[in-house]
């Protein structure tokens, strides 16, 4: 038996080949065979699941149908508020937290008839990219289990890969839905800023956190955005303009289209694979009509840097709320500094920590100046650096990651190797400009790789035409060969 694409399962639910129950129970059964292994999920909601399934396939037979997510199992990482599921953001001071509302984007989902499967596993409040930060234990890749998933969307990433989910949600705050996309070999999209609401969304860094989907193939990402994208008068960064169609450009071909090589996301320190793999698809696009330039971004290079002084600097003042008062665990203290000191020394892994100490002394007065405000600077740069390039290309093109998976441990002891994983996904943050990354092949291991396709702020259709463009000429259609012993 072979996984349902959303597209396909979408079909066959209204065909009457599948029900809701098969295909929930499909990924049910595949997560009892995996997760062991894999450890996608921090949470199942088995009767949940089944609850859902049965309450879409009785809207099916009443003829009531609520769009292309109807009755399909979905996974949402665990930093999205989920009423009556606990609701970790794989930290131990959110442990236990069971939360009294849904966020804005799982209920879009559940109002469509989605079926919730669970909570998946993450880096601690977003903040790593291998899902080894999680304070519950680390992922592992489905294409080789001694490897990590990428992250911090780990979790849905490896959903959806290995079939335990059709559509996974996970959220981008400087790479964490494309690059565990890019490593476990699906599709993962970071929208433009502003299009899907963050509200009950655990903020880690909010001028850059955006919600996305990761999906097995572009055309499913799409339907998936579609779901999610609409104003939130909840969330004050909601975007109020009219939406663009995310479909307008699917099915136009590459021919004419200008893609933009940037220069500074490529050469030293990617792996010869990733290059080699990039150089391919860059030279099929264009033997297919592309008009291939080469552009230089120089604030590229800075760009980590400054991302690094503002995501700590958000996430410091984020994470005060989280005191041993209001959620989660609480350590007793003779007085409430003590007890907010004693809660915060426990509940946050080294990580969080740093962050906070990271973003707090570059907050400080005196330091200010130095630091936060330069930052700010550089991220203006970046903005007119990609305004600049878009006056000439349609959309910018790198790897998604500089590697494949790396081995579980090979990056813990070194923070600052593990922020080069998003070397290539921060700089759209910064931008609020959507990205998408694409699998295009597999290096010597075996393991997958990712194209990234960036474009400006509400160019969701370019993007996806590109995507799509990519997708059809490479034919990327390998899966975790392990998936024939998990079956
Ligand atoms: N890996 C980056 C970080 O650790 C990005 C994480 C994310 O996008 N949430 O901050």
Redesign the pocket.
């Given at each position: 038996m072979t996984d349902y694409t959303l597209a396909e399962a979408s079909a066959g639910l209204r065909a009457g080949d599948v029900s809701s129950r098969e295909l929930t129970d499909r990924a049910l059964d595949r997560a009892a065979k995996t997760e062991a292994e894999l450890h996608a999920y921090l949470t199942i909601d088995h009767d949940g699941a089944r609850a859902a399934a049965e309450s879409a396939d009785s809207a099916f037979a009443h003829g009531r149908d609520a769009g292309p997510l109807q009755g399909i199992p979905v996974a949402l990482k665990d930093n999205l508020i989920t009423r009556g599921i606990e609701t970790t953001a794989g930290s131990q001071i959110l442990a236990g937290f069971v939360p009294p509302y849904d966020g804005t984007a799982v209920q879009r989902l559940k109002g469509q008839g989605s079926v919730v499967i669970g909570k998946t596993n993450l880096?601690e409040f977003?903040?790593?990219?291998s899902t080894e930060n999680s304070a519950f234990g680390a992922s592992r890749n489905p294409w080789d289990t001694n490897r990590v998933p990428g992250?911090?969307?780990g979790g849905s990433a490896i959903a959806v890969a290995a079939g335990s989910a059709v559509v996974g949600l996970g959220?981008?705050?400087?790479?964490?839905?494309r690059?565990p996309a890019s490593l476990c070999g699906v599709v993962g999209v970071k929208p433009t800023y502003g299009l899907v609401s963050r509200y009950g969304l655990i903020a880690?860094?909010s001028s850059?956190?955006q919600i996305g989907p990761i999906t097995r193939t572009v055309d499913d990402a799409v339907t998936a955005l579609e779901a999610l994208a609409a104003h939130d008068p909840l969330d004050a960064t909601s975007y109020r303009g009219s939406f663009p169609n995310f479909r307008a450009e699917l099915d136009d071909a590459v021919d004419g289209l200008k893609i933009g090589v940037v220069r500074e996301l490529s050469g030293d320190g990617f792996e010869p694979d990733v290059d080699a793999a990039f150089q391919r698809t860059i030279d099929s696009l264009s033997a297919a009509g592309a008009e291939v330039i080469e552009v230089s971004l120089p604030s590229m290079d800075v760009s980590l840097s400054a991302?690094?002084l503002i995501?700590p600097a958000e996430a410091s003042s984020n994470l005060s709320r989280f005191d041993g008062v209001r959620y989660g665990l609480r350590k007793d203290g003779r007085t409430v500094e003590e007890m907010m000191t004693a809660t915060r020394a426990e509940g946050f892994g080294p990580?969080v920590t740093r962050?906070i100490l990271l973003g707090t002394y570059a907050l400080s007065a005196g330091y200010y100046d130095a630091f936060y405000r330069q930052a700010q600077k550089v991220r203006t740069l970046v903005i007119r650096d990609f305004k600049a390039a878009y006056e000439k290309v349609d959309v910018l093109v790198s790897p998604t990651s500089p590697t494949t998976a790396f081995e579980i441990g090979a990056k813990t002891q070194d923070p600052l190797s593990?922020?080069l994983?998003?070397i290539c996904?921060?700089p759209s943050?910064l931008a609020g400009d959507p990205a998408i990354s694409v699998p295009v092949g597999l290096d010597r291991d075996g393991l997958p790789i990712g194209f990234q396709i960036m474009a400006p702020a509400l160019g969701e259709a370019v993007m996806f035409r590109a995507a799509r463009a990519v997708e059809d000429l490479v034919a990327f259609d390998q899966r975790p060969s392990m998936l024939e012993v998990w079956t």
């Open positions: 880096d977003a903040m790593g990219s992250g911090s969307s959220s981008d705050t400087g790479g964490s839905i690059q880690f860094a850059l956190d991302y690094y995501a990580e962050r593990m922020y994983s998003d996904t921060i943050n």
